[in-house]
């Protein structure tokens, strides 16, 4: 035998050397879950190691954590007043304003600040956007989620993430910014999101299942690949900054897909259900954490994603599991 792939895995130093894909910790993103009241904190029974937080001790983890080269974080709103338009997500003097002027005051530029733009957590109906005649109104919804981003981006936050799936939503928010003269706060678009069960575990730890029906009639159908491409590239066009891929580790070819085709920076969004797994199997012994957290996180650099979003962000860094 001549040919002998397996000359160059023999050693550690070799495989080191010629690995084909990196992940850095630059390119991870923790996401919070923001209580209004400062010094609460709260257990998500889904989500074992992951806590809600009020700012204080969000201020007290980030910290921690930037010590870890843990920079980026995307933060959730979790608000105790509902009601039918999301009046609480919107309020410039917001959880979410707050907490992000509190993050600013206490770490400057050294920490990236993404806001989740969606209604969801604050409708007393769980929808993402406006419900009339239990029907999702997109147009009536783009100035709702337009005035969340502004409330977001006066108190500082770098870029804003609309997950909510209308049409249209890229282009209203960046009129909206660039007209109050907040033109250097960025888009990262939650393009191509996927109607998924991958999102039980949030919608317990945000409160914020729809109450009736589902997200199917604006989530993507996971079966649609071309459509899935689509969402990006029109995401882009309407002057998106940063595309993402959501669930992801389901969905590795629709990363490679929107990579193929766009030029835009990309996000991987590794959801609770996909943590969620993880943690229970490792829990029983069935996995072992250490090697099958990197696993996932690469797979998704190797596929084509620059960002990784990811609940395990911070464990893998901490517990030394990616260098
Ligand atoms: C809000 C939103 C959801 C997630 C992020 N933003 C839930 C949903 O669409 O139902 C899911 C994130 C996760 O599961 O980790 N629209």
Known sequence: MRIRPRRLRRTTVLREALAETRLAREQLVQPHFVLPDANASSDIAAMPGIQRMGTRRLIARVGADLELGLASVLLFGLYDEKDALGSAARADDGLIPYAVRALREAFGERLTIVTDVCLCAS??????????????????????????????????????????????????????????????????????????????????????????????????????????????????????????????????????????????????????GEYSMVKAAAEKGWVDERVIVPEILRSFVRAGADLVISYHAREALEKGWIA
């Open 123 to 272: 409708t007393e109906h769980g929808h993402c956007g406006v419900l009339r005649d239990g029907q999702v109104q997109n147009d009536e919804t783009l100035p709702l989620l337009a005035e969340m981003a502004l409330a977001h981006a006066r108190a500082g936050a770098d870029v804003v993430a609309p997950s909510d799936m209308m049409d249209g939503r890229v282009a209203a928010l960046r009129d909206a910014l660039d007209q109050q003269g907040l033109s250097a706060t960025a888009i990262l678009s939650y393009s191509t999101k996927f109607a998924s069960a991958f999102y039980g575990p949030f919608r317990e730890a945000a409160a914020s299942a729809p109450k009736s029906g589902d997200r199917k009639s604006y989530q993507l159908d996971p079966r649609n690949l071309r459509e899935a491409v689509r969402e990006s590239v029109l995401d882009e066009r309407e002057g998106a900054d940063m595309l993402m891929v959501k669930p992801a580790l389901a969905y590795l070819d629709v990363i490679a897909a929107v990579r193929a085709r766009c030029a835009l920076p990309l996000a991987a969004y590794n959801v609770s």
